[in-house]
């Protein structure tokens, strides 16, 4: 059990960029990040576990984000690149101890920050 805190949305134009960290209270094994769109369920972005050995993507994101972590800070970042309005969405960072794409597998959440892409 850990605290998550994300930072980093805003609002920027379609093509441009942002980058999203999370800063968890201690040790993390797999952190992930997720979104949420209005009206929409709650979507896998991508993971990352302790040593970068299992990096996996959404394949709507594959190419453009990039996850990475900061281990001493106790940290993960979303990098994201090229961003189009459908990526549109709050976005949640989570910790688990499986490898895994779904929402349910993790067991600590951050409150969320909004990142909006305008046409």
């Known amino acids: 059990q850990v605290q998550l805190v994300e930072s980093g949305g805003g609002l920027v134009q379609a093509g441009g960029s942002l980058r999203l960290s999370c800063a968890a209270s201690g040790r993390t094994y797999i952190m992930g990040w997720f979104r949420q769109a209005p009206e929409k369920e709650r979507e896998f972005v991508a993971r990352?576990?302790?040593?970068?050995?299992?990096?996996y993507y959404a394949s709507s994101v594959k190419g453009r984000f990039t996850i990475s972590r900061d281990n001493a800070k106790n940290t993960v970042f979303l990098q994201m690149n090229s961003l189009k309005p459908e990526d549109t969405a709050v976005y949640y960072c989570?910790?688990?101890?499986?490898?895994?794409?779904?929402?349910?597998?993790?067991?600590?959440w951050g409150q969320g920050t909004q990142v909006t892409v305008s046409s």
């Open positions: 989570a910790a688990g101890a499986i490898l895994s794409a779904v929402s349910k597998d993790y067991n600590s």
């Open positions: 990352i576990n302790w040593n970068d050995a299992f990096i």
